[in-house]
């Protein structure tokens, strides 16, 4: 079945870093892929989203592109934010819709 | 906020007790999901609709059963609790389009004791 596997963390960072959290999945056909963040004590939020091969997501700096070559979908900021701080969940949707999610990589970032 | 109430937010029980959340939604939005979340498994899915009165089983379905009587309210029941059940459970909506996201309400966390 579809599958997601995302580096595992915890992930601690200084202030403009660069960050970069690994997604590779495992799907029949081409999925659509999404990243989620979690902040504490919410729900979670959809960061950004690629639907097909060689397309690129990106919304608050945050930046990932669908390579299916890799059957990857890497999440990346160029420099982060104390704001950033969050538990961030890589996802596909296969062909029966339903969303499958990695296990959460936890980011800290220090001032 | 995309118009999702869970209820109650914070819940404790006994083991062997029924217990029921409440997912409420205000967008009219056609699927609704039930996912818990426990750390080293991300999110998994327990149960969905895609109408009223149409449901199906996620990948941990087992000792939980829910309903869907109107649009709005999706209901998890949890027939006779245990411990392994002790998690926060995540209510989520779809629009109907197909490449549509998941926006998901603020979670309730149950503790079993």
């Not at chain 1, 959290?21 to 919410?42: K, M, R």
């Not at chain 1, 690629?50 to 390579?67: I, L, P, V, W």
């Not at chain 1, 299916?68 to 934010?81: D, R």
């Not at chain 2, 895609?50 to 309903?67: I, L, W």
């Amino acid at each position: 079945g579809d599958s997601v596997t995302q580096m595992e963390g915890p992930v601690t960072l200084s202030e403009e870093a660069f960050l970069t959290i690994n997604c590779t999945y495992t799907a029949t056909g081409y999925p659509s892929l999404f990243w989620y963040v979690q902040y504490p004590g919410e729900g979670l939020q959809l960061l950004l989203k690629a639907t097909k091969a060689d397309d690129k997501g990106s919304n608050k700096g945050f930046e990932a592109t669908y390579r299916k070559e890799t059957t990857s979908f890497h999440l990346e900021k160029g420099s982060v934010q104390v704001s950033d701080s969050a538990v961030y969940f890589c996802a596909l949707r296969g062909l029966d819709y339903k969303l499958s999610f990695g296990a959460g990589t936890t980011v800290t970032v220090r001032a | 906020d995309a118009g999702i109430t869970q209820s109650p937010r914070h819940k404790v029980t006994e083991t062997g007790t029924p217990v029921t959340l409440r997912c409420h939604q205000t967008e009219n939005h056609r699927y609704m999901y039930w996912y818990r979340q426990d750390p080293g498994h991300g999110l998994r899915l327990i149960h969905y609709s895609y109408g009223v009165k149409d449901t199906d089983k996620g990948e941990v379905s087992d000792g939980y059963s829910v309903s869907r009587s109107k649009t709005e309210d999706f209901l998890l029941t949890l027939e006779s609790a245990t411990s392994s059940q002790t998690s926060v459970y995540f209510c989520a909506i779809k629009e109907d389009s197909n490449n549509s996201p998941l926006h998901f309400g603020n979670g309730t966390r149950l503790t079993v004791t």
